[in-house]
């Protein structure tokens, strides 16, 4: 039987949606801005709270996100000094050897002057994706997607099935390499480079052909690929709703998410795209309804978690279109960007939900039973 903790609040895990409409909150807020200090901001956030919160036994999918934006980071850069980006700048760091392109390879070169203001334009633009990549990882952390596809609605199980493998696939394969290295170590094979790399290449690809067979025994047992009796009619209107729906969906989110987009490819057009996708949803769920096993509940720290991961994407997205200082980077000449000090309060708002959700069950229970140990005179 779970004990309240210190906060009177009785442990248990918090409904994934909350979660996911918190990392995307804060992942939304960092496609906004340009500016360094609150990008860094949104990733200290996100990994403070995946500290606080993530459950003990949960697969560690924060990390491979982190390193997977490091990557694009250095990669945005090594690009940017080969071809260039096409932003001016006043302050050459070096001048590499040029060859001399096409016509039609317009904005692009190969080689040539390479300037401080391109490398920092590249530098923030893979740090903004980095920063993404680090709030979805943190949402995949804290929420499992395999407990998010129980609320998936009836139409999309299918689709959000292959979503769930392609989301924990990645952190599985990072983690059984891991595994793999430590056992090899334990029986003195400590090697390092791409011979160590090949060598565990095998075992790995085994526990990954396995770990797919023991997925595919289990959705088996559990019925997955009936298909439900639909009308010709009915499959053709929810297609066409569905398919209308998304590309209004895309059309807006390109719109929200671009300031260079304005007036109906906004959220007009994401309002609709949205309705007449739940439309769609809605008429396959008649004719394939599914059931779900103790339901997660939805209270008031959901509420308040949802709240304090859309404040900072509606604050930054209303203060850049506003055009407030400090939200974007000022590439030419370049400039130290100031904090914003609302922008940052609004950021460091969401880092509140570490203190005001429920502590997951494990983690309350290794809290309450390792820390007064370890605080116990020897």
């Not at 403070?48 to 934006?69: K, N, Q, Y």
């Not at 006043?90 to 060859?99: A, E, F, I, R, S």
């Not at 395999?146 to 609320?151: A, G, H, V």
């Amino acid at each position: 039987m779970p004990h309240p903790t210190r906060f009177g609040v009785t442990p248990r895990m918090l409904h994934p949606v909350a979660w996911w409409v918190w990392g995307v909150g804060l992942a939304t807020a960092a496609a906004h801005t340009t500016n360094p200090w609150l990008l860094l901001l949104i990733v200290a956030v996100a990994g403070w709270v995946v500290m606080e919160r993530r459950e003990v036994g949960a697969l560690d999918s924060f990390r491979p996100f982190l390193l997977i934006g490091l990557f694009a980071i250095a990669l945005r850069v090594v690009l940017t000094i080969v071809l260039g980006n096409g932003v001016p700048g006043q302050v050459v760091l070096v001048d590499l050897p040029q060859v001399r392109l096409p016509s039609w390879f317009a904005g692009l070169r190969l080689g040539g002057a390479v300037t401080l203001e391109s490398v920092v334009a590249a530098a923030i633009d893979g740090l903004r994706l980095a920063t993404t990549l680090a709030c979805l990882g943190a949402a995949n952390a804290l929420a499992s997607p395999r407990r998010l596809l129980r609320y998936a609605p009836a139409t999309l199980y299918d689709i959000g099935t292959a979503v769930v493998v392609a989301l924990t696939f990645a952190p599985a394969l990072v983690d059984l390499a891991g595994r793999v290295r430590a056992a090899r170590r334990l029986r003195g094979h400590s090697g390092r480079g791409l011979r160590e790399l090949a060598r565990l290449a095998v075992p790995v690809l085994e526990g990954a052909l396995d770990r797919s067979l023991d997925l595919a025994a289990s959705m088996e047992s559990r019925g997955y690929g009936r298909t439900a009796v639909r009308g010709r009619r009915d499959r053709i209107i929810g297609s066409v709703l569905a398919l209308t729906g998304s590309a209004g969906t895309v059309a807006g989110l390109y719109g929200v998410l671009s300031s260079s987009a304005q007036g109906w490819l906004g959220l007009p057009m994401l309002g609709a795209g949205l309705g007449l996708l739940a439309l769609s949803l809605i008429l396959g769920a008649r004719r394939d309804a599914r059931t779900a096993y103790r339901r997660d509940p939805w209270r008031a720290p959901e509420w308040v978690t949802c709240a304090l991961g859309m404040l900072p994407a509606a604050l930054l997205t209303y203060a850049e279109g506003d055009g407030w200082p400090g939200i974007t980077l000022i590439q030419v000449p370049l400039d130290w960007p100031p904090l914003p000090a609302l922008p940052a309060s609004a950021i460091g708002a969401a880092l509140l939900v570490a203190w005001l959700t429920p502590v997951p069950p494990r983690l309350a229970h290794a809290r309450a039973t390792i820390l007064p140990a370890q605080l116990e005179p020897a």
